[in-house]
């Protein structure tokens, strides 16, 4: 009897143990199949809302991209409190008491969600919501909240609660195509964080929960009554008095969601030299922010320019349009890629390569000056033969003999041709290297007609050194990277100057394209009040013109042509171009007046400290010996 008691206690020992076993190992795979293809957490590929590298302008605004705007990363010490207070009262009033995850909410949304057969309640904690925001797919089910939690937990044993909270508010969806706190301000009040009151924050507040839902510009009486709740919400979390509520609901603010200054084009080139940046260190830069040198007032005033240029110039609407804004030290400021990026997403601002036409001819009187000539020697614009070749001048006119600065002004061919063949091509070639035109170039006597094709930013680069004193520049968009906490990682580093010509030189030249403007082909350009230089380009048939030049300071080249190259009807350099670059370089200014002055010099006198990464510099070509 005994025997048969004991056989029974061990045979339900085993058959507990077995159960046990079974229900370890169940738990074993299901967490395996929970956790099997979680991301590691320090690649945070979706904080942008799914567009790559943030884009930041240099007055710090948010660069949209395809419908997002994308803030830049903000501390919690620059924000005011009451936005934190709010956004803690309405989204998770214990986060600096958990771990990640809230058992009592995780209790409570599981109760209700299994009464219901589905995911109804989630019970999120700012944590939850980051790690979904980062990580996860918007899929409602078990398994995602499963893994929400895992990661959760993750994020709480990685970061202080202070970059958690930082890093949500910097990315998190407030509606309207606005990512993180810095655009929605600057979206919905044109504000910056730091600036806004109670009742804005707020407001903002009430977003998180449903962006769209609660959305000021489209239910405004909807976005009005979360509002309210947020400062009832914080009343009863012992952050705000009843009164102080009660005074900030009275002035609930009425939003509208503002449409965000686009620059895609420019984008478009930023993304792909941090892209350059990111391989040349061998790095993944889908977590970083990316300050620009994207001014959002040229690019504005560039874009109107365009848009009054084309319209004084009737150009056909099958005419494509580039133009490229840079500092005197490469910095980009402002980049038209074509008339409509939702037709054509094709940069030509930056990889367009067609020909220059007399747009080269600067640097054919570069290399004559640096050789000893002077703007009054004379020479002979008469016809010419190299060979079987015959250069002609535009609609066959000569001027007989002529001084280098005449014939630069009136853009005379046979006269510079003459001038390259007497101080040889190969110094032409020399000098336009230099100068920063680092491009493949024939070695026959067409070289000084502009054949050998350039893109609009290496034209404009290599017009810099003619107003910067000197020195050949790299065009740049990135000044600096950061990651999602706003920590520095990457500056760009001081540049090393390379003397392009001698300063004389430079400043004779100089002289010389300010008469292509005062009395030459490029009038049209002319600014009332304003010393212009540059040159017109115009090259066979009218396939391309172009007018590249400088004014205060301010380096544009403006292309205009086909895409498919065939000829324009009566297009000149000193036509469509001109005209647009006027009106382009005339909003630019003004719009430079208006805003706090641009030190171009701040990395030219001091530099910035060196970085840890390094840019991809473009390889310089020896210079031809012949």
């Known amino acids: 009897m005994r025997t048969s008691a004991a056989s029974r206690i061990l045979r339900y020992a085993a058959e507990a143990s077995g159960l046990l076993g079974a229900i370890a190992v169940a738990s074993v795979a299901a967490s395996y199949l929970v956790i099997r293809d979680l991301p590691p957490i320090d690649s945070m590929r979706r904080f942008d809302g799914g567009s790559g590298?943030?884009?930041?302008?240099?007055?710090?605004?948010?660069?949209?991209?395809?419908?997002?705007?994308?803030?830049?990363p903000v501390s919690l010490m620059d924000l005011p409190q009451h936005l934190i207070d709010a956004v803690l009262a309405i989204e998770d009033r214990n986060f600096y008491h958990h771990v990640g995850v809230n058992p009592l909410s995780v209790v409570r949304a599981l109760i209700v969600n299994l009464r219901e057969g589905d995911i109804l309640q989630g019970g999120s904690t700012i944590t939850q919501q980051l790690s979904k925001n980062l990580f996860l797919t918007p899929e409602r089910t078990f398994r995602r909240k499963a893994q929400e939690?895992?990661?959760?937990?993750?994020?709480?044993?990685?970061?202080?609660?202070?970059?958690?909270?930082?890093?949500?508010?910097?990315?998190?969806?407030?509606?309207?195509?606005?990512?993180?706190?810095?655009?929605?301000?600057?979206?919905?009040?044109?504000?910056?964080?730091?600036?806004?009151?109670?009742?804005?924050?707020?407001?903002?507040?009430?977003?998180?929960?449903?962006?769209?839902?609660y959305?000021?510009?489209?239910?405004?009486?909807?976005?009005?009554?979360?509002?309210?709740?947020?400062?009832?919400?914080?009343?009863?979390?012992?952050?705000?008095?009843?009164?102080?509520?009660?005074?900030?609901?009275?002035?609930?603010?009425?939003?509208?969601?503002?449409?965000?200054?686009?620059?895609?084009?420019?984008?478009?080139?930023?993304?792909?030299?941090?892209?350059?940046?990111f391989e040349a260190n061998g790095l993944d830069g889908d977590s970083y922010q990316a300050t620009t040198t994207l001014r959002p007032s040229v690019q504005a005033a560039l874009r109107q320019g365009i848009d009054a240029g084309v319209a004084l110039s009737h150009l056909d609407s099958?005419?494509?349009?580039?133009?490229?804004?840079?500092?005197?030290?490469?910095?980009?400021?402002?980049?038209?890629?074509?008339?409509?990026?939702?037709?054509?997403q094709f940069n030509r601002a930056t990889h367009a390569r067609r020909?220059?036409?007399?747009?080269?001819?600067?640097?054919?009187?570069?290399?004559?000056?640096?050789?000893?000539a002077s703007p009054t020697d004379a020479i002979s614009d008469r016809p010419?033969?190299?060979?079987?070749?015959?250069?002609?001048?535009?609609?066959?006119?000569?001027?007989g003999d002529v001084t280098l600065r005449a014939a630069l002004a009136w853009s005379a061919n046979a006269a510079a041709v003459r001038l390259q063949e007497s101080v040889g091509r190969g110094a032409v070639r020399t000098a336009a290297r230099r100068m920063g035109l680092d491009v493949p170039m024939t070695k026959g006597a067409a070289l000084a007609l502009?054949?050998?094709?350039?893109?609009?930013?290496?034209?404009?680069?290599?017009?810099?050194?003619?107003?910067?004193?000197?020195?050949?520049?790299?065009?740049?968009?990135?000044?600096?990277?950061?990651?999602?906490?706003?920590?520095?990682?990457?500056?760009?580093?001081?540049?090393?100057?390379?003397?392009?010509?001698?300063?004389?030189a430079l400043a004779l030249l100089r002289g010389m394209l300010e008469d292509v403007v005062a009395h030459g082909t490029g009038r049209a350009a002319a600014i009332d009040g304003v010393v212009v230089g540059g040159k017109?380009?115009?090259?066979?048939?009218?396939?391309?013109?172009?007018?590249?030049?400088?004014?205060?300071?301010?380096?544009?080249?403006?292309?205009?042509?086909?895409?498919?190259?065939?000829?324009?009807?009566?297009?000149?350099?000193?036509?469509?171009?001109?005209?647009?670059?006027?009106?382009?370089m005339r909003r630019i200014l003004a719009a430079e007046e208006r805003s706090a002055p641009l030190v171009m010099s701040a990395r030219l006198s001091s530099g910035m400290a060196a970085a840890p990464m390094r840019a991809p510099r473009t390889p310089r070509r020896k210079p031809d010996g012949d």
């Open 53 to 72: 590298v943030v884009l930041i302008a240099a007055d710090g605004a948010p660069i949209p991209y395809e419908g997002r705007q994308v803030g830049a």
């Open 149 to 213: 939690a895992f990661l959760s937990l993750r994020l709480e044993r990685q970061y202080t609660k202070a970059e958690i909270l930082s890093l949500y508010l910097n990315t998190a969806y407030f509606g309207a195509g606005a990512y993180g706190v810095t655009a929605a301000a600057e979206r919905y009040f044109a504000k910056r964080p730091s600036d806004l009151d109670l009742s804005e924050s707020a407001l903002l507040a009430g977003l998180l929960k449903a962006p769209t839902r």
């Open 215 to 277: 959305a000021p510009h489209l239910n405004p009486e909807a976005a009005e009554a979360r509002g309210r709740r947020v400062l009832s919400a914080m009343v009863d979390a012992g952050y705000l008095d009843y009164f102080a509520a009660e005074a900030a609901a009275a002035r609930m603010p009425t939003a509208r969601a503002r449409r965000a200054r686009g620059a895609p084009y420019f984008a478009d080139a930023a993304r792909r030299e941090a892209a350059a940046i």
């Open 318 to 344: 099958g005419v494509e349009v580039a133009a490229v804004v840079l500092n005197t030290d490469g910095a980009v400021t402002a980049m038209i890629g074509g008339r409509d990026f939702q037709l054509s």
């Open 355 to 372: 020909q220059p036409g007399s747009a080269f001819k600067p640097f054919i009187y570069l290399a004559a000056i640096e050789a000893g």
């Open 384 to 399: 010419l033969a190299i060979g079987a070749w015959r250069p002609s001048n535009y609609n066959d006119r000569y001027y």
């Open 450 to 504: 502009g054949v050998d094709v350039v893109s609009p930013i290496e034209l404009a680069a290599a017009y810099a050194p003619f107003i910067n004193g000197g020195y050949r520049v790299d065009p740049y968009t990135i000044e600096s990277l950061s990651d999602p906490f706003g920590r520095a990682s990457y500056a760009r580093p001081p540049p090393i100057f390379d003397q392009a010509a001698s300063p004389r």
């Open 536 to 584: 017109t380009g115009t090259t066979q048939a009218s396939r391309d013109a172009w007018f590249v030049g400088f004014a205060r300071g301010r380096i544009l080249a403006v292309w205009v042509g086909r895409d498919d190259n065939r000829p324009m009807k009566d297009v000149t350099g000193g036509g469509a171009p001109a005209i647009i670059w006027r009106e382009a």
